[in-house]
Nanobody, 123 residues
Framework: QLQASGGGLVQAGGSLRLSCTASGRTFSAYGWFRQAPGKEREFVAASTWRGERKNYADSVKGRFTISRNNINNTLYLRMNTLKPEDTAVYFC????????????????????WGPGTEVTVSS
Protein backbone atom coordinates (compact mmCIF):
# COMPACT_ATOMS: atom_id res chain seq x y z
CA GLN A 1 0.00 0.00 0.00
CA LEU A 2 2.96 2.32 0.44
CA GLN A 3 5.57 3.16 -2.13
CA ALA A 4 8.32 5.63 -1.27
CA SER A 5 10.64 7.49 -3.62
CA GLY A 6 12.91 10.50 -3.77
CA GLY A 7 15.99 9.29 -1.97
CA GLY A 8 19.48 9.67 -3.34
CA LEU A 9 22.91 11.14 -2.86
CA VAL A 10 23.22 14.82 -1.97
CA GLN A 11 25.94 17.08 -0.62
CA ALA A 12 25.71 18.55 2.84
CA GLY A 13 23.55 21.66 2.82
CA GLY A 14 21.44 20.35 -0.02
CA SER A 15 17.77 19.37 -0.17
CA LEU A 16 15.67 16.37 -1.05
CA ARG A 17 11.96 15.67 -1.07
CA LEU A 18 10.78 12.19 -0.24
CA SER A 19 7.39 11.04 -1.50
CA CYS A 20 5.20 8.16 -0.47
CA THR A 21 1.94 7.16 -2.06
CA ALA A 22 -0.68 5.81 0.32
CA SER A 23 -3.51 4.08 -1.46
CA GLY A 24 -6.62 2.15 -0.68
CA ARG A 25 -8.10 3.69 2.43
CA THR A 26 -8.09 6.55 4.90
CA PHE A 27 -5.75 6.75 7.85
CA SER A 28 -5.49 8.58 11.17
CA ALA A 29 -1.84 9.56 10.93
CA TYR A 30 1.28 9.28 8.81
CA GLY A 31 4.93 9.52 9.67
CA TRP A 32 8.51 9.25 8.54
CA PHE A 33 11.16 7.26 10.35
CA ARG A 34 14.78 6.53 9.52
CA GLN A 35 17.40 3.95 10.27
CA ALA A 36 21.07 4.70 9.97
CA PRO A 37 23.64 1.91 9.54
CA GLY A 38 24.16 0.09 12.81
CA LYS A 39 21.45 2.03 14.60
CA GLU A 40 17.85 1.47 15.54
CA ARG A 41 15.01 2.99 13.58
CA GLU A 42 14.13 6.44 14.92
CA PHE A 43 11.29 8.88 14.62
CA VAL A 44 11.72 11.80 12.19
CA ALA A 45 8.33 13.49 11.69
CA ALA A 46 4.64 12.69 11.88
CA SER A 47 1.27 14.28 11.35
CA THR A 48 -2.34 13.51 11.99
CA TRP A 49 -4.09 12.78 8.72
CA ARG A 50 -5.76 16.21 8.53
CA GLY A 51 -2.67 18.00 9.76
CA GLU A 52 -4.01 19.30 13.07
CA ARG A 53 -0.92 18.08 14.88
CA LYS A 54 2.61 17.65 13.63
CA ASN A 55 5.63 16.42 15.54
CA TYR A 56 9.29 16.59 14.60
CA ALA A 57 12.38 15.06 16.10
CA ASP A 58 14.59 17.71 17.67
CA SER A 59 17.38 16.85 15.25
CA VAL A 60 15.29 17.86 12.22
CA LYS A 61 13.18 20.74 13.55
CA GLY A 62 13.41 23.78 11.31
CA ARG A 63 14.98 21.76 8.49
CA PHE A 64 12.37 19.09 7.61
CA THR A 65 8.70 19.58 6.76
CA ILE A 66 6.05 16.87 6.63
CA SER A 67 2.99 17.31 4.45
CA ARG A 68 0.33 15.50 2.45
CA ASN A 69 -1.39 16.09 -0.87
CA ASN A 70 -5.10 15.84 -0.05
CA ILE A 71 -6.10 14.92 -3.58
CA ASN A 72 -3.88 11.95 -4.32
CA ASN A 73 -2.79 10.99 -0.79
CA THR A 74 0.88 11.45 -1.49
CA LEU A 75 2.91 11.96 1.65
CA TYR A 76 5.98 14.18 1.59
CA LEU A 77 9.05 14.85 3.66
CA ARG A 78 10.88 17.94 2.53
CA MET A 79 14.44 17.90 3.82
CA ASN A 80 16.52 21.06 3.72
CA THR A 81 20.01 21.87 4.95
CA LEU A 82 20.89 18.19 4.99
CA LYS A 83 23.74 16.99 7.17
CA PRO A 84 25.87 13.84 6.95
CA GLU A 85 24.15 12.58 10.10
CA ASP A 86 20.86 12.54 8.16
CA THR A 87 22.22 9.62 6.13
CA ALA A 88 19.83 6.72 6.59
CA VAL A 89 17.11 4.63 5.03
CA TYR A 90 13.88 6.56 5.36
CA PHE A 91 10.54 4.84 5.85
CA CYS A 92 7.05 6.21 5.46
CA UNK A 93 4.30 4.75 7.60
CA UNK A 94 0.57 5.15 8.13
CA UNK A 95 -1.81 4.27 10.91
CA UNK A 96 -5.13 2.78 9.82
CA UNK A 97 -6.50 2.73 13.35
CA UNK A 98 -8.25 5.56 15.23
CA UNK A 99 -5.46 6.26 17.71
CA UNK A 100 -5.17 9.60 19.54
CA UNK A 101 -2.99 12.36 18.15
CA UNK A 102 -0.65 12.05 21.11
CA UNK A 103 0.66 8.76 19.70
CA UNK A 104 1.85 9.93 16.28
CA UNK A 105 5.53 10.00 17.22
CA UNK A 106 5.50 6.42 18.43
CA UNK A 107 7.04 3.70 16.32
CA UNK A 108 4.30 1.24 17.27
CA UNK A 109 1.50 3.62 16.24
CA UNK A 110 1.88 2.58 12.60
CA UNK A 111 0.61 -0.62 11.08
CA UNK A 112 1.61 -0.11 7.46
CA TRP A 113 5.18 0.62 6.40
CA GLY A 114 6.81 1.38 3.10
CA PRO A 115 9.96 -0.47 1.99
CA GLY A 116 12.29 2.47 2.60
CA THR A 117 14.29 4.83 0.43
CA GLU A 118 17.97 5.51 0.96
CA VAL A 119 19.33 9.00 1.60
CA THR A 120 23.08 9.61 1.62
CA VAL A 121 24.48 13.01 2.55
CA SER A 122 28.13 13.56 1.72
CA SER A 123 30.30 16.01 3.62
Amino acid sequence: QLQASGGGLVQAGGSLRLSCTASGRTFSAYGWFRQAPGKEREFVAASTWRGERKNYADSVKGRFTISRNNINNTLYLRMNTLKPEDTAVYFCAVNSRAWPASTIARNNAYDYWGPGTEVTVSS
